[in-house]
């Protein structure tokens, strides 16, 4: 019977000077091959300049029934916003 | 259409009958919010939608056999590279479509070896076979064309890894499309034998096309849960009648005419009229009595039971240097 490849994560770099963004996922034996599977799979049509591979289970994740005490508390601080503070229009951009 | 006759798990539950988390569940659907994988979601809705991601992706994979068949004929090298890197894309969107389905907690080779024994389904267009050139221009532009119609209304979908499997297969479908069509352009404006060659790929794929989308509203009884979950979220007469619309005048173009003696526009309600195609038919070959079911079957066992020692030997290689590293460590 054969065993199932592991799952990989995979990131590409769209273009340079961009993050590496979370595009999808698939299966390979191992790191090498991962990539060589998210360069045909990912990056047809030129999407990329880069790529990350990282295997799905090593990936630690927020709870999402914990999402409001996890990012409730940013909500009501408003004032770290710059639209928070009334400059006057002679003042010029600031 | 990909996925045709879904069953949907579960009976529709009024708003009563649901229990706290069912209703917040149907809530944020009604909301427009996506349902993420490590969400709560009631255990009909997990299941229908490995059912219709995984006919769908099934649908993706079994559909490069009819086309793949077409690779080495081609009549140009440019319509060969084309045609390869079409069937690349199908395989590429299969594996998108895989994915999505094991975020809801089943393993790609246990999907695999339901479809071989036969218990998950594809679209019943692929047991039609591909018998001339001029049903790769029909494939594409027909079969793909329907294929569209429905996967641009499911990037609404209210499962987020499958509307967002849908976002990047739509990007890449378009081109399906136009180079199907791009075909039947060349062949209807050739010899009359190559125009009869178009003609004829478009009498015989029509009728299974329009099957793509599923039985009639009338008899689709899996439809009204799979709707209020937002799994689907177009019926499936909404969008053959779009289908219609759109494709007639593109036949029309072509010189072709649609094998329909019923077809007419209707003004009142600003589409066609047209006939249904034979109903019996379409659920004798999702029975697996169609033309190609045996044939497709027995390709696919036979490209997953000839890979088993491809796909062994890599992991014996993987196992080995992660032995070697360890190690040398």
Redesign the interface.
């Known amino acids: 019977m054969s065993s199932e490849w592991p799952l990989w994560e995979v990131f590409i770099r769209g273009q340079h000077g961009l993050n590496h963004r979370h595009v999808g996922s698939l299966h390979a034996p191992d790191a090498e091959m991962a990539i060589r599977h998210a360069r045909d799979v990912y990056t047809r049509r030129n999407e990329g300049v880069s790529i990350w591979v990282v295997p799905s289970n090593q990936i630690t994740a927020s709870v999402p029934s914990e999402k409001g005490p996890m990012f409730d508390p940013s909500k009501s601080k408003i004032y770290r916003h710059p639209t928070f503070y009334d400059i006057p229009d002679e003042v010029g951009h600031m | 259409m990909y996925a045709q006759m879904v069953k949907s798990t579960g009976t529709m539950k009024t708003r009563e009958e649901m229990d706290e988390r069912e209703r917040a569940f149907q809530d944020r659907i009604d909301a427009g919010e996506k349902i993420?994988p490590?969400?709560?979601m009631p255990e009909g809705y997990r299941k229908t939608l490995i059912r219709q991601i995984g006919q769908h992706a099934h649908s993706e994979i079994v559909g490069q056999l009819p086309e793949g068949n077409w690779i080495t004929r081609a009549p140009t090298l440019e319509r060969k590279a084309i045609l390869l890197?079409k069937v690349?894309?199908e395989a590429?969107h299969g594996?998108?479509l895989y994915?999505a389905a094991?975020t809801l907690g089943v393993?790609?080779?246990e999907m695999t070896e339901k479809l071989h024994d036969g218990k998950m389904k594809y679209s019943s267009i692929f047991n039609y076979p591909t018998l001339t050139w001029a049903d790769i221009g029909a494939v594409g532009w027909l079969v793909d064309g329907a294929a569209i119609m429905n996967q641009v209304a499911l990037q609404r979908t209210s499962y987020g890894p499958y509307s967002?499997?849908m976002v990047?297969i739509c990007k890449?479908e378009s081109f399906h499309q136009r180079q199907g069509y791009s075909i039947m352009m060349k062949m209807a404006s050739g010899t009359p034998e190559q125009k009869r060659m178009a003609q004829d790929a478009l009498d015989r794929l029509w009728y299974p096309s329009l099957m793509m989308f599923g039985p009639s509203d009338k008899d689709s009884v899996h439809s009204a849960q799979s709707m209020a979950w937002k799994i689907k979220v177009s019926t499936n007469d909404e969008l053959r009648q779009k289908f219609v619309d759109q494709t007639v005048p593109q036949a029309e173009y072509l010189g072709l005419t649609v094998p329909d003696e019923n077809l007419k526009w209707n003004e009142e309600k600003g589409g066609y009229d047209f006939s249904e195609p034979d109903w019996q038919e379409f659920h004798d070959v999702l029975a697996g009595n169609g033309p190609c079911n045996a044939d497709r079957m027995a390709a696919r066992r036979t490209a997953w039971e000839d890979g088993?020692w491809y796909?062994?030997g890599?992991?014996a290689?993987?196992n080995k240097?992660?032995a070697q590293r360890m190690a040398a460590e």
Request: with cysteine; net charge negative.
């Open positions: 993420e490590q969400d709560w890197a690349q894309d590429g594996l998108y994915c094991e393993s790609r080779d967002r499997a990047r890449e088993a796909r062994d890599l992991v290689h993987a240097r992660a």
